[in-house]
Nanobody, 123 residues
Framework: QVQLVESGGGLVQAGGSLRLSCAAS????????MGWFGQTPGKEREFVAA????????QYADSVKGRFTISRDNAKGTVYLQMNSLKPEDTAVYYC????????????????WGQGTQVTVSS
């Protein structure tokens, strides 16, 4: 069982930056690949980024490539999402998730989810 708690969301102007954090409970954090998804009202969660268990490989949605960076600190049991050059269309609730798959980009491959943190980008 893994419990995930996101933090770091908020209101930011277009062009600004935010760093999201996701802290995992338990001592098995390094067993899981980690991902971030975004969800807007009335839509399915969309893949944003993922990172392998060791942190050696990452994957990004085309819409965030070059702007967002996913990283992890296994000693701290935390995964991060650095969000730069934010756009109004990045506005969403962002969820972190843990998966036993190597580098998954589909939500059905994730086993555990956090409660989400709201990111709002004003124009």
């Amino acid at each position: 069982q893994v419990q995930l708690v996101e933090s770091g969301g908020g209101l930011v102007q277009a062009g600004g930056s935010l760093r999201l954090s996701c802290a995992a409970s338990g001592r098995t954090f390094s067993r899981y690949a980690m991902g971030w998804f975004g969800q807007t009202p009335g839509k399915e969660r969309e893949f944003v980024a993922a990172i392998t268990r060791s942190g050696s490989s990452t994957q990004y949605a085309d819409s965030v490539k070059g702007r967002f960076t996913i990283s992890r600190d296994n000693a701290k049991g935390t995964v991060y999402l650095q969000m730069n050059s934010l756009k109004p269309e990045d506005t969403a609730v962002y969820y972190c998730a843990a998966s036993l798959a190597p580098l998954p980009d589909r939500q059905e491959l994730y086993n555990y989810w956090g409660q989400g943190t709201q990111v709002t980008v004003s124009s």
